[in-house]
């Protein structure tokens, strides 16, 4: 099979071409990005082709797919800085990312009749009680800008394609770029206390270990909404920063506090981002591993 996919240059991006390129698929991976280069620990994807293409620029979506002609689009590329979202001016070109352009792909594999994986998050939901989300819940109530745009990202698809995978993650973690793990390591080489909000619940997800299902559902004619973090049961913020802190032999005392106690960030964060994945098991597909496997693995990357 041919694979076409977004956001190459983003963490889980990184990994699905990375994982296509051991199983030998034909990949051609894009970003805004005029050339990829790859993460900055130089495991850049090199024997893949690669095509500088907005997703907001809905003739060269078009084309550039009718052209490939693939029999898989993963949809990696998307606006996540979510405080950023929220500010007015970004409003608009938030939307032309995750919506709009989420449009022209989906419009894009309609006109060639290929199957499309479509990446989403708990932020569709509204984040409250302890119940996990089920994948086929439709109480809907995004409570900031960036869950709005991925719900609409979400309706685009579902609304235009047959052969679909929206997939829901969270917590999200890889090598190539930004993400909590390296935010908390980097702070707690300075500081010998850290506080950490104790009242948001939810489990990480290794880009590393989603790109491996993400392909294995490609793989089948298993259509529909998942939900896939890795294994291992609901945590906190704090919990997880005292477990990398653990792994990671650093000697910083992680302090919870309440989210109220930690301050207002622009936007809302979910208490509850919880997510039921016996569907994955339910459809044969294999579980990712437990956070705490994913997040030695991972530590042994980048330290």
């Known amino acids: 099979m041919k694979y076409f996919v977004t956001g190459v240059c983003g963490q889980l991006g990184h990994d699905v071409m990375n994982n296509l390129a051991a199983r030998g698929y034909e990949g051609v991976g894009s970003d805004i990005q005029p050339e990829y280069s790859g993460a900055a620990d130089g495991t850049a994807v090199t024997t893949m082709p690669y095509v500088s293409l907005d997703i907001t620029n809905r003739d060269a979506v078009i084309s550039t797919i009718t052209e490939l002609a693939p029999d898989v689009v993963i949809h990696c590329a998307a606006w996540t800085a979510v405080d950023a979202a929220e500010d007015e001016e970004n409003r608009p070109k938030v939307k032309a990312i995750n919506v709009d352009g989420t449009q022209n792909i989906a419009d894009a594999c309609k006109a060639v009749g290929c199957k499309m994986i479509y990446i989403s998050t708990d932020y569709v939901f509204n984040g409250q009680g302890e119940k996990p989300w089920e994948p086929d819940c439709k109480d809907y109530a995004p409570l900031c800008v960036y869950g709005q745009t991925k719900l609409e990202g979400e309706l685009a698809v579902a609304n235009t394609l047959e052969k679909y995978f929206i997939v829901r993650i969270a917590w999200v973690f890889g090598v190539n770029g930004k993400n909590f793990i ?66 990671a032999g650093y000697t910083t005392e992680v302090a919870p506090v309440t989210t109220a106690e930690y301050g207002i960030s622009k936007a809302a964060r979910p208490f509850n981002s919880r997510l039921d994945k016996s569907k994955l098991v339910e459809m044969g597909f294999e579980p990712l591993p437990t956070w705490q496997d994913a997040l030695e693995r991972y530590l042994k990357e980048i330290m």
């Open 182 to 247: 390296k935010t908390m390591l980097n702070v707690g080489k300075t500081h010998d206390r850290v506080t950490v909000v104790c009242d948001q619940i939810g489990t990480p997800t290794y880009t590393f270990d989603l790109a491996r299902l993400l392909i294995d559902m490609s793989e089948t004619e298993k259509y529909g909404y998942y939900h896939a973090t890795n294994e291992g049961g609901y945590i906190s913020w704090y919990e997880f920063t005292k477990e990398i802190y653990r792994q």
